[in-house]
Nanobody, 117 residues
C-alpha cells in the first residue's frame, strides 16, 4: 500500500516562492509517472504538473514558466518548485500517480498553499 505524504506549503506573498515535497512510502516509486494536483475551495481537483519515469515534464497552462516538477527516485520523492506565486495559486496541493496513465493511490493529506495579494 502506497502512502503519500506532502509537505512544504505555507503562507507567502504574491511573487514569492515555495518548494513542495511528496514522499511515497511503499510501492515502486520509479515505475510511476507522477503528478502534482491542487484543489482550491469550491473547485474540483486539477492536475497542474506531471513528470514521467524518464523525466519528461508537462504543465497546465496557468503554471507554465513558473512551476517546475522534479523527482528523486532514490528518495522516493517528487518535488514542485513554485515561483512567482499568484493569489490564484492558493489551494491544497497533492501528489499522486499521473491520472493520464494510472489509477490514483490513496490520497494524502495534501499541503496548504496560501498566496496573499
Amino acid at each position: 500500500q502506497v502512502q503519500l505524504v506532502e509537505s512544504g506549503g505555507g503562507l507567502v506573498q504574491a511573487g514569492g516562492s515555495l518548494m513542495l515535497s511528496c514522499v511515497a512510502y511503499g510501492g515502486i516509486f520509479s515505475n510511476n509517472d507522477w503528478g502534482w494536483y491542487r484543489q482550491a475551495p469550491g473547485r474540483q481537483r486539477e492536475l497542474v504538473a506531471t513528470i514521467s519515469t524518464g523525466g519528461t515534464t508537462n504543465y497546465e497552462d496557468s503554471v507554465k514558466g513558473r512551476f517546475a516538477i522534479s523527482r528523486d527516485n532514490a528518495k522516493k520523492t517528487v518535488y514542485l518548485r513554485m515561483n512567482r506565486l499568484k493569489p490564484d495559486d492558493t489551494a491544497v496541493y497533492y501528489c499522486n500517480a499521473d491520472e493520464n496513465y494510472s489509477d490514483p493511490y490513496p490520497w494524502g493529506q495534501g499541503t496548504q498553499v496560501t498566496v496573499s495579494s
